[in-house]
């Protein structure tokens, strides 16, 4: 089963106005935070990020579909894309529930 999500960083948002001034970008962690909260309730447990790769920028003003896939062993896929395009923004795994964080 795939679990979508979408959300939207504002051009307004606070990080724009200090990373980085004049080519502003959302930091990874953000997008990673963002990320987490999307998968919400689909975690028993602590969360733990395995892997994480960035593939472009990801600029305040965009939007972007974040879809999660189960995988054995509790861990979850993610793909993070512009939304209205394919670009690919992210992608990882995430391991949920019974493990330490």
Same mark, same amino acid.
């Not at 999500?5 to 080519?23: D, E, I, Q, R």
């Given at each position: 089963? =795939? /679990? @979508? %999500? +979408? #959300? $939207?960083?504002?051009?307004?948002?606070?990080?724009?106005?200090?990373?980085?001034?004049?080519?502003?970008?959302?930091?990874?962690?953000?997008?990673?935070?963002?990320?987490?909260?999307?998968?919400?309730?689909?975690?028993?447990?602590?969360?733990? =990020? /395995? @892997? %994480? +790769? #960035? $593939?472009?920028?990801?600029?305040?003003?965009?939007?972007?579909?974040?879809?999660?896939?189960?995988?054995?062993?509790?861990?979850?896929?993610?793909?993070?894309?512009?939304?209205?395009?394919?670009?690919?923004?992210?992608?990882?795994?995430?391991?949920?529930?019974?493990?330490?964080?």
């Amino acid at each position: 089963m =795939v /679990k @979508s %999500a +979408k #959300f $939207f960083f504002a051009a307004s948002h606070p990080v724009a106005a200090g990373h980085f001034p004049g080519n502003p970008i959302i930091p990874g962690a953000l997008l990673l935070d963002e990320i987490l909260l999307a998968l919400g309730g689909a975690a028993d447990g602590p969360v733990v =990020v /395995k @892997s %994480a +790769k #960035f $593939f472009r920028p990801l600029r305040p003003g965009e939007g972007v579909i974040v879809q999660f896939q189960s995988l054995a062993g509790g861990l979850k896929k993610f793909e993070c894309r512009l939304s209205g395009g394919e670009a690919l923004v992210a992608s990882g795994t995430i391991e949920t529930g019974g493990v330490a964080a």
